[in-house]
């Protein structure tokens, strides 16, 4: 990936094409998606959020538009590797809560910032995975500048809703490529124990929201993890809720896509990356300190992500 520029964004540019004609339907989804002025992708690692983004950035790209990308496992590293970030470490592969909500509260700024200084030839495509309060705060209505643009018509949050059968190969292509990347950024995807963390997660939000009656899911239990399997069903109810405030819509993912030699993190179009400055990371940082003055009410707070 070359990257250039100053500031908050980087332009990226790599070798590789569009693989989404294997699903016609999906292909036409994604067609339509392509004039939107905002898409962002929402739910859980390995359901294919990536790979849509790649995909839908050729899309819009063939369409004239100039695509800007607004991604989490993009942003919360600079956030982490900013001066402010470090006081809040990494820790068994999850980020700090401070962190969590500073991403999300920066991601507004960023949103406002991006709707004013660029027309309908532009697209901001980004990827929200919500689940433990990563970047809720775009589903939450708030009094400020982007949720005008964050409520309009023209802003899509699509939830990539995949069968049992294509979890089951997205988890098992996500652990090869961490062993054999072909991009450096695929080494860093979540790996499997934090996988079956975040499905807990949607679980224990579909109780909580009494979408999963007596307690159950209806869902197999996984062995390996001893708690309910992946259910597509349960999946979609939690990000219904969760995105009741927004223009939202289900992407079905029912067809395996020939992505054998195609790495989501590699582009053949440029793509503006829209990322935190140290000075916006230590702003937001700074925004969640003095908001939460201890680590219980902040933990409480990020531990009930999908309230909304």
Request: aromatic share 6%.
């Amino acid at each position: 990936m070359a990257t250039g520029g100053a500031g908050e964004e980087r332009v990226t540019a790599d070798p590789i094409g569009v693989v989404a004609h294997a699903d016609p339907g999906l292909f036409a989804q994604l067609e339509r998606l392509a004039a939107s002025r905002m898409v962002f992708f929402a739910g859980l690692p390995g359901t294919g959020k990536s790979l849509l983004t790649h995909q839908l950035a050729h899309l819009a790209h063939a369409r004239g538009r100039t695509v800007h990308l607004l991604q989490w496992d993009v942003a919360r590293p600079a956030i982490e590797a900013s001066e402010a970030g470090r006081r809040y470490p990494v820790r068994d592969g999850i980020s700090h809560a401070v962190v969590r909500v500073a991403a999300g509260l920066w991601a507004r700024e960023a949103i406002a910032r991006w709707a004013a200084r660029t027309g309908p030839g532009d697209v901001l495509i980004g990827e929200t995975p919500f689940v433990g309060h990563r970047f809720i705060e775009l589903a939450r209505r708030a009094d400020d500048a982007a949720e005008p643009h964050l409520s309009a018509p023209s802003c899509r949050f699509v939830v990539p809703v995949p069968s049992r059968e294509v979890r089951a190969h997205l988890e098992a292509e996500r652990e090869r490529r961490a062993a054999q990347p072909l991009h450096a950024r695929e080494a860093e995807d979540a790996p499997p124990q934090v996988l079956r963390g975040l499905w807990g997660a949607v679980i224990e939000a579909a109780q909580a929201l009494g979408l999963a009656a007596g307690g159950g899911t209806g869902a197999p239990v996984d062995p390996a993890a001893g708690s309910p399997a992946y259910d597509p069903a349960t999946y979609r109810v939690v990000y219904q809720a969760v995105l009741v405030h927004r223009h939202y819509e289900i992407v079905p993912l029912d067809v395996i896509l020939p992505t054998g030699a195609l790495s989501v993190y590699a582009f053949a179009i440029p793509c503006v990356e829209v990322v935190p400055t140290p000075e916006e990371a230590a702003r937001a940082v700074g925004q969640v300190e003095a908001r939460f003055r201890g680590a219980a009410t902040l933990d409480a707070t990020v531990a009930r992500w999908w309230e909304v």
